[in-house]
Structure formats: C-alpha cells, structure tokens
C-alpha cells in the first residue's frame, strides 16, 4: 500500500510540475537541460526531419536517430501523451532499480555467507541481516522517487530520462542474469550517451557470476553479444539516415570533441573557453580519457569481486567527468548509493558532503541568475560552484569506496585495530 | 591524499575537541565576524577606488558646455509653467515638455502606462511619460545613453526637479548639434517617479510574461483538436495556483533606440545647490558598476562640485585616523540600511534589473531633510555652468565605451566616495556567521552519533560475554557502527517513519510559508468587505493573526503527523537540517545582496547557536532558559523584527514623543512598511517580502517547533 502510494505520489509531482507556468524555466536550466538531452533541442530535430531537412546537418540536435524516429513517430500520433509517458518512464525506472537492488542485495547475502569463516569473532555483529536489506532496497526506490534532482530531471523532460531508464534496465538485466537483455540494454544506452559503455565490465563480471561455469566463456560471450548489438544499432541508425554515417560525427563526435561550450555542471567548459585553440586536442584527449577509460582498469582489479560497487562507482565517476553531464545523472546514481547503506558508519565525510551539496545546488542557480540576468557576476563565480559540486561528488564516491575498504578490513581483523600492540591508521593507496 | 584517508585514529580526540570548543568556537566566529565588518570601514583594509575600464577616459576632453543662458530659461519657464497651468494638479506638463523637445530637433514621444494597483478595490492610476530621442550622427542607432529627471508636481511633498528638467532640456540643446556622439541619448522625463520609470522600461526591452507551457513548446505538433483524451484539460485542474497576472501594463513604445549602456538620474531642485549626493543602490540592493562610481565622482571633482556619498563628504578630508574609520563604518552601514529593503532609492536603481549601469545625482542645499553635513556653509554653491560641465563630461566619456561595462566591480561597498571594499574583502564576514551555524551543527551531528553509541553499547556488552572490552582507543565511529549495524526491527519501522515525518514536516511547513506569501490579497479582501478597512490596515492584521495562528498551530505539528514518540535523535536531526538550510539561504541571499544576507545571518545566527533540542525535566533554571530562548525566538519572528524596527526608528526620528504615540506611530510605519514591500514585490520584482515569507518564516517556525517541543527522555 505504502509502496503504491509512493510512486502515486511521485508520478503525481512529476506530472503537475509538468503542467506549471514554471515548466519553460525548468526545461531550459542549464543544470537539468544540456546541449546533448534538452527537449528544445529534441523538438527541434524532429521538426527538421519531419520537413526532411537532415537535423544532424546543423549544430541543434544531437541525439541518436533512433530516438529521432521514435519522438518523431510518438509527436506526430500522440504528443497529448508525452507527459504521461515521460513520467511513467521514470517511474519504471524506479521500479527496474528497485528490482535490481533486490537481486543485488541478495548477491551481498550470498557473499556474505560465503566468507562468514573469515570473519573475525568480534565483528560478527556488523554482518548484515535480512530486515537491513530489505530496507536498503526501500530506500533505493524513494530516493529515486523523490530526488529533487530526478524529479527535475523528469519534469524537463530531457532524454536522460531515458538514459536512465536503459541504464536501470541493463543493471536489472544483469542482476537477474540476462544476458542479451543486459547486454541489448547497455548498448542502447551507450549508443545513446556514449559513456555507459563503462557499463560493461561490471556487467560482464556480473553475468558471469549470475551465470555460474566458465568465467573467461562468459566474458567473451557479454563482451561479444555487446558489440554485436552496438555495431547493429550504429547501423540501423545509418539505415534510418539514408544509409549515411554522417551523424556519428554530431553525436558521438559531439559528445568526446565538446564543441558546444554552454556552461553546465560539469568540468569541461570553462577549462575549454580558457584554452589556446591549438592545445584542445590534447586537452580533449585528457579530460576524455579521464572520463573514460582512466578509472576502470584500477577499480576492476581492486573490485573484482564486488561488481556492483564498481557499477556503481563507474557510474557515478562517468557522471562526474562526463563532457555533458546533468542533474539527472546525479539523481541517478545517488538512488544506487542506499543499497551501500551499511557502508555510511564507516564513512567519514558525510556531513561535508551533505552540507556541500545543498549549499552548492542552492548557490548554482543563484550566481547563475547573477551572471545571466542580473550582469553582475560572472562565469567564474557559476564555475566555481560547479567546480564545489564536483569536488563533493568525488569526495563522496572516494569516501564510499574506502568505507567499503574499511568494512572490509574490519570484518577480517575484528574492531580493534592494532598493529604490535599499537592503534594503527588505515590510509587509502 | 591527507583529506580522503583515514583520520580515524583522530577523530576521537577531534570529536571531544568539538564537542568541548564548539560554543566558544561558534561565539568567536560570531564575534570575529561583527569585528571583520567594522574593519573594513578602516583605511587599512579597504582599497582607493580606481578605473579599470580604461575606454572612459574620463576627463581628457575640453569643456564646451556654453547653455547657462539656456537653462535658466527653460528653468524659469518650467516654472511659469508649472505655476499657472498645474499649481493644483499632479499632472505632468506633457505638451509643454513636448514641445520644447521638439524645438530642439529631438525626436520626440510619449508612452502612456496603466497600473491596476494589486490590492484593494482595483483602482487604476494611469501616466504619461516624455521622452526625445538625440540620433547619434556616428552610428546607427545601435547604442543609446540616457539621461532622465522624473517629474514632481509642486504640491508633491518632496524637492522638485524643476532644475533637473532644465538642465537635461539646456543639455539637449548644447548636445545636439555636436558631431561627436558615437551613441544615441535619450531625454526622458517619467511620472509617479519610479512607477513611470519601471514602465517605461519594461516597455523599451518588450517585457512579456506569459510563459511557455509544454503544450504550446510542442509547436506545430499540438493540435488542440487532437483526438483521445484530452491531458491539457487535466492540466488546467492542476493550474489553480499559476493565475498570476501582471499589474503593471507599460503599454508600447513607438520610438526606440539601441541598447541602453548607462543611464544618469538628475534630481535637481534648484541650479543653486551646495552639494551633489551620488545615490547608487538598486532593486534588491543591486549597485552600478563601481566604474561608473567612480566617474561621477571624479568628475564632479573636475568640474568643481561638491559631492558626498552618505556620511562621507568629499569636502571633508581629515587626517585623523580614528575619525575615518568612523566615518567609513557610519558610511558602510548606511549603504547596508539603504540596501536591506532592496527599494531602490531613485530612478537609477529600476535600470539596474535590466543590466544597465545607472546612477542618480541629487542636488542638496544646506539645509536639506537628509541631514547637514558639517561646515556645508562655508561651501561654494554649484550653478547651471558647473552642473552642465559635469553632465557633459560625464557623457562624453561614456560616450567613448567601446563595450558595456564589464570590467571593474559589480560587488562592492563603498566605505567613502574613494574607498570601496570588494566582495572578497566582505565576504569573509559572512561566511564566518555561516561556519558558526555550521560548526553547531556538526556538533550536533557528532552528538548524535555518540548518542546512538551508548545504549547499544551496553546491549553488545551484554550479548558478547567475550572480553570484548572496548579500549581507550577505540573510536566512537565504530562503537557507532555496531549500533547500526545492529538495530532491532522495530528500530528500523520507527527510523524509516521517522525520515518521512521529518521530511512531511519540512515541506509542510514550507508549503504554510508560501501561503503565507499568496494570502495579502486574500487579507485586503476580506477586510475591504467585512470591516471596510484599507488594504494596509487588513494586511496588517491579518498577518499578525496568520502568524499567532502558526506560533500555536506549527508545534503541535510533529505530533499530529506521528504515532510514536519523538526521538531526540529525530529532533536533532530536524535542527541540523534547519542550521544547513539557513546556512544556505544566508549565502544565497548575500550573493544577491549582501547586506540583507548579512543581516539575516546576524539576527538568527544568535538563535541558531541556542537553540537545541530541550529535554524534559531539570530545574528551575532550565525551565527559565527555555523561557528566554522562546521569548528571544518570538522576538525574532519577521513581522516582529519588522514592527520593533520601525518603533526603534521612529523614536530616533521623533525623541520627544511620549512611548504610546512612539508605539502608534511605529505601528503605522510597520504598516506601511509591510504594505510598501508587498506592492514592491508584485510590480518591481523586490523579493524581500517573499524572501521573509516563504524562506525566513518557514525557518523562524521549525526553530519554534523545535523549543516547543520537549523530548522525554526517560521513557
């Protein structure tokens, strides 16, 4: 009962907030619209493609063109819909991280009796039982719901929407164990947004302990399943552009050479206004490789075991450094962040962390309108924020994974932490 | 990687540190920061005013103003004017203005202007403002200047600007056959002071406010008559609160120029002024650029006038070093009075909304209301030649920008008409209030932390039979982590309710916050009806009764919405959010306008430190505590703060009153003053009333919630 009327009144918010005055300044934030998901832009190049005028041939639209095709089917028959649809979308999405949280948690229990001989006497207590998980999978489906920043994210209606709701269905299909699904899901997804192509190392390491057998078999038959699915839908959406390749260049080359420098949360446009044209390359290369590919060979070696706190982790780093990243990511990792509840004892930045968020979220909008309207502040004072923001992220997500390391460390070795007789200080290397 | 690793095997000693430093350590952040803001009056930290944009120029050209001759006419004219045709009307002489404007070749219109006043029984004032059009002969009209004097009848009880006029007209006259001017500038002359001035602009720039919706984002993709349901039908149910319409029509212009890259404001009343007074703050305490400042000043000492900027005096150069600093504090803290409200305090301030950089000029005789400054007498009194210098000097080096202003600062306070603090030097004030609201609560956060620690520390004593004795070194984190890693379910049930009480309560009181904002006209309604009361006087009171029906209704609202007993971890949590909230709001809000920020952080930041979650039981003392926390709270409730503050000012304006008419009168202004912020706020776009409804009140009633609340402790 309370579950239904959590998402009743989650769907409900969501759809009122759609039909307020305020819709239009919602939709047109630069935190919760980027040049990559905003509905402007969307209504935009499906408007130029039902005028047959190729929408990727100017610098407006940069989705993939399957979802061209879908919105544009979906607003010539029934745009009456679209509000209802954006929401029930979105509340499917809670529902799939619902699910998958469900199937997660159980992994944990699994593991956790696995290991249960390795654990030291004295922490015994701090081992998880089953009224815990289950409510960690509760809070994982309200905080989706009633995120100030998914709901925003919803009610913009932007097409991280359904980034999100792919995502959540590629991780649910891993947890579950289907492969094809998982893997048709994520590569959707990335052909959507280009970055949860991270995604598959989780979910290959995932799938193959879902599905018990040969690990290596199973590395290769996800990794292989993927790349089948990505080069098919890189080639219907060559199909659905007249068999034309052109639009790789306006989304996946949009996405990793940043020519769209509108100021967003993320981190990349201020350094690239600053910059000398002629180092952009190298910088791009930097910053992409930094969002890319720079986190995941470490962490899959220290959490190979723990694939769902690498998931996690990779989607929340991505999120950070992401040349377009939005609100809507943030709110969308942040739900995966409950099921890592029995980690919050050991985390030592909460409070910072907490206070910085909303005082960043709060102060955003504010040197925002400043700089905007008002003419007064300017791009440093919106960077600067920004720049706060991502520092709380990170720390949050360095402080996740060393609380993991903690807990760790303590269920092998007990409490008490000395090393010869003497307290001993953990650091993270 | 210092920050990020593990400062565990610390974090004992830290924590009792905090817990033990943390009152003083909040009282010290409070202190420093009063102290802070008193130092930036001093010479040694503040800094000389100086230009940044170097385009200005500003002074290098040859004077050529030769139109005293001219202004003394139209000055005796104007008058002539005003005497015989509008001696008992407060309307504008337009034909007159017109047609002297259009002797001097300008082009010339008028734009009429509606307001439907807000509150009371829909009376409707209309005006007419004049306004002439100098084509710069450089350019094509992409840039333009203005210069603008607002029309004041002389019945109005304020100084004329009959001077203003004339010099504005004189100027025009000497301007326009000048080959130099690169952008346009345009004479306006504007009715009901700001009223005709906020219309005006809003008319230039095409202000409109109906917003886009989704259905009508859908372009040609929405057809109304679709078929199957009908979702927009259901929209307009969900509609019932967006019925917000505009009060103000500015009507349309049909002349315009470019963009406007400065405006001046003259408010002269006679030619024979001691003094120029630069007045600079804006809607929502918004300021000029500081270049702009700085030009006006400078060339008013150029050209030989007199200028002052508050308490300081440009006539009145001391050396000793004491009295400067005084001076600069009575300035700074005469700039911040003038900005707390966020009404603008000539025509000036309406510009800055729209981006535009203005300032007003107001001539001052010896003897004027604002107060005598010292040795004004022994001053040189200014005349038309001089204020025409200075006026042209001024143009003509704005007229040199190649760009809007950009450069210099747009965050400052002025401590004298040389001396200005920038935001980085003012900041630290106030983020030092905000750390001390912080600091409280994280010590609040470690507290409860270490709460939870005990009561199941003894429960794992009890269950490990082992020697599990916890050492000295063992830290409170991981005694702590045992408590949550080992809660019993129904534990759980009651942590799991208690985050969606907190969270209901929250919102709920927000959401009585934001009625609160939406109900004066629902007040003005009711009292025009039942009580034939004007709208000030219903407002009034019905706010009062709005609020004692909050201080009784809001502490009883945990409770209705719970079953269970409230925890005093719950509580505490409550209280952390509310420090954090009001941390936030101070900073935001001193984004926009520092001294309001300011102030808000100085009244509650008092409170914030005192308040805590009360226990019951305890002596007499506690109880007399309690009491004086409630009645410091009580006295920190906005329309009280806004009531003692008026009855304060009042008795410094009139000393000799006796207490119960000192009392009335306060009262009165009170009134006003509330009534003045409400009708601000809904045709300026002044957000102070709905910054103190619908965020400071919100805030004022958790604290209220959370003194009135007394946790048992003993069950």
Redesign the interface.
């Known amino acids: 009962m309370a579950v239904i009327l959590k998402y009743l009144i989650a769907g409900l918010v969501r ?2 907030l ?8 919602i ?1 047109n934030r630069v935190e919760i619209a980027t040049p990559l998901n905003s ?2 832009r969307l ?1 935009e190049g ?2 130029l493609y039902g005028h047959n005028i190729n929408p990727y041939e100017g610098d407006s639209f940069h989705e993939s063109p399957i979802m061209l095709v879908l919105f544009y089917y979906l ?2 028959r ?7 649809l954006f929401t029930v979308l979105d509340l499917l999405t809670a529902y799939l991280l619902y699910r998958t949280s469900k199937a997660f948690i159980n992994m944990f229990k699994d593991s956790q009796d696995k290991k249960l001989e390795e654990v030291s ?2 922490s015994k ?5 089953d ?2 998980l289950k ?1 960690a999978s ?1 809070y994982v489906l309200s905080v989706y719901l ?1 995120n100030p920043y998914s709901v925003l994210n919803c009610v913009a ?1 932007t097409t991280t929407v359904i980034q999100n709701l792919l995502v959540a269905a590629s991780l649910w299909g891993a947890s579950t164990g289907h492969r094809i699904l998982a893997c048709v899901f994520v590569a959707f997804a990335t052909h959507q947004a280009l970055y949860p192509v991270l995604l598959i190392v989780p979910i290959a390491i995932l799938l193959a302990e879902v599905n018990k057998g040969c690990h290596k078999c199973s590395y290769i038959k996800t990794l292989l399943v993927f790349v089948l699915c990505w080069g098919f839908l890189i080639y219907i959406s060559a199909y659905i552009m007249d068999g034309s390749y052109e639009y790789v260049y306006d989304t996946y080359g949009f996405i990793l050479t940043v020519p769209d420098l509108k100021p967003n949360i993320g981190l990349f446009w201020y350094f690239f206004t600053e910059m000398f044209e002629h180092f952009r390359l190298l910088f791009v290369c930097a910053f992409q490789i930094n969002a890319l590919a720079l986190y995941v060979i470490p962490l899959t070696l220290r959490f190979k075991k723990e694939p769902v706190l690498l998931a996690t982790v990779l989607v929340a780093l991505s999120t950070i450094f992401r040349s377009y990243p939005c609100i809507g990511d943030v709110g969308f990792y942040m739900a995966l962040l409950p099921m890592w509840k ?1 980690l ?3 985390m ?1 930045q909460k ?1 910072i962390v ?2 910085a968020f ?2 960043t979220s ?2 955003g909008p ?2 925002w ?2 700089w905007i ?6 791009a440093n ?1 919106f960077f600067g924020v920004t720049l706060s923001f991502a520092t709380a992220q990170i ?1 949050l997500i ?2 996740l994974l ?1 609380a993991y390391i ?1 807990r760790e460390f ?1 269920l092998k070795h007990g ?2 932490r ?1 090393v010869d007789g003497k ?6 290397r | 990687m210092g920050l990020l690793s593990d400062p565990e095997y610390g974090s004992v000693k830290w924590v009792r540190l905090l817990n033990r430093i943390h009152g003083p350590l909040c009282l010290l952040c409070y202190a420093g920061a009063l102290v802070w803001f008193l130092m930036l009056g001093n010479k040694e930290f503040n800094n000389e005013t100086y230009f940044s944009e170097n385009a200005l120029l500003p002074g290098l050209v040859t004077n050529e103003f030769n139109a005293e001759q001219s202004s003394r006419q139209f000055y005796n004219e104007f008058l002539q004017e005003l005497e015989d045709k509008y001696y008992d009307t407060d309307e504008m002489p337009v034909p007159w203005l017109v047609a002297k404007m259009s002797q001097l070749h300008l082009e010339v219109y008028t734009h009429n202007f509606t307001l439907n006043y807000p509150l009371g029984q829909g009376q409707i004032y209309k005006g007419t403002n004049v306004y002439g059009i100098l084509r710069a002969p450089r350019t094509s009209s992409l840039e333009a200047l203005v210069v603008t004097a607002p029309y004041r009848s002389i019945s109005s009880h304020q100084k004329g600007t009959a001077a203003g006029i004339a010099l504005m007209l004189a100027f025009a006259q000497f301007a326009r056959p000048q080959k130099y001017w690169a952008k346009d500038i345009i004479f306006l002359v504007t009715e009901h002071e700001q009223l005709g001035m906020q219309a005006w602009l809003e008319a230039y720039h095409g202000l409109q406010s109906d917003a886009e919706t989704f259905y009508t984002s859908l372009g040609s993709f929405w057809k109304p008559d679709t078929p199957a349901f009908d979702f927009g039908r259901v929209g307009d149910v969900f509609n019932w609160g967006g019925g917000h319409q505009k009060c103000l029509d500015p009507g349309k212009l049909k002349g315009r120029s470019g963009s406007i890259q400065a405006a001046i404001n003259l408010e002269f009343h006679a030619p024979k002024i001691k003094y120029i007074e630069v007045k600079v703050e804006g809607l929502n305490g918004q300021l000029p650029n500081l270049d702009l400042v700085n030009l006006v000043h400078k060339l008013c000492v150029k050209s030989g006038i007199h200028h002052s900027y508050k308490n300081s005096y440009s006539w009145m150069r001391t050396r000793n070093k004491m009295d400067e600093w005084t001076n600069g504090i009575w300035t700074m803290l005469g700039m911040v009075s003038a900005q707390i409200a966020g009404v603008p305090n000539g025509n000036h301030g309406l510009f800055h909304r729209f981006g535009i950089e203005a300032v007003t000029l107001e001539g001052r005789d010896a003897n004027d209301p604002a107060g005598i400054p010292p040795k004004v007498n022994a001053l040189t009194t200014a005349n038309f030649y001089r204020l025409g210098v200075a006026l042209e000097s001024i143009l003509r080096s704005l007229n040199n920008l190649l760009e809007r202003f950009h450069q210099s600062y747009f965050f400052y306070l002025l401590a004298a008409t040389n001396r200005f603090i920038s935001i980085g030097q003012y900041m630290p004030s106030l983020c030092l209030l905000c750390v001390a609201i912080l600091v409280r609560a994280l010590s609040m956060w470690v507290n409860i932390q270490q709460d939870g620690d005990e009561e199941p520390e003894k429960s794992v004593k009890r269950k490990t039979s082992d020697a599990c004795v916890p050492g000295e070194h063992e830290s409170e984190e991981r005694s702590e982590e045992k408590v949550k890693t080992i809660p019993k379910g129904r534990k759980i049930e009651e942590s799991n309710m208690s985050i969606v009480n907190i969270g209901a309560n929250y919102l709920l009181v927000h959401l009585l916050g934001y009625v609160v904002m939406n109900s004066p006209m629902v007040f003005s309604k009711i009292g025009a009806t039942y009580y034939n009361q004007p709208s000030e006087v219903s407002v009034f009171y019905g706010l009062i009764v709005a609020s004692v029906f909050l201080i009784f209704l809001t502490p009883l609202m945990p409770r209705l919405l719970r079953t269970g007993r409230m925890t005093h971890e719950e509580l505490s949590l409550v209280n952390i959010l509310l420090l954090i909230e009001l941390a936030t709001v101070c900073l935001s809000v001193g984004m926009h306008n520092f001294p309001l920020g300011l102030v808000i952080a100085v009244l509650y930041t008092p409170l914030a430190l005192v308040v805590g979650v009360e226990t019951t039981g305890g002596g007499k003392r506690r109880v007399i505590t309690i009491f004086l926390k409630r009645v410091l709270c009580l006295l920190l409730h906005p329309l009280c703060i806004v009531t003692v503050g008026m009855v304060t000012y009042s008795r410094v304006l009139f000393p000799e009153e006796n207490l119960l008419s000192m009392a009335g009168r306060g009262r009165d202004a009170a009134m006003q003053a509330i009534m003045f912020s409400i009708v601000d706020s809904l045709i300026y776009g002044n957000w102070l009333y709905n910054v103190a409804t619908a965020v400071i009140l919100p805030i004022w009633i958790i604290f209220w919630q959370i003194l009135c609340i007394r946790i048992d402790d003993t069950v």
Do not use: R
């Not at chain 1, 309207?373 to 300017?378: H, L």
């Not at chain 1, 307290?423 to 993270?428: D, I, Y």
């Open positions: 759809y009122w759609i039909h307020i005055d305020y819709w239009q300044t939709a509905w402007k209504i499906v408007y607003m010539k029934i745009p009456f819909i679209l509000p209802a006497e004295e207590n701090m081992l998880l039982n009224s815990q409510e509760e009633f209606m029995h919050f004892t050991f030592q409070f907490g206070c909303i005082i709060a102060l504010t040197v309108h400043l309207y008002s003419g007064s502040a300017n004072f720390f360095t402080d060393f903690k303590t409490t008490s000395q307290p001993a200080k953990l650091v993270l």
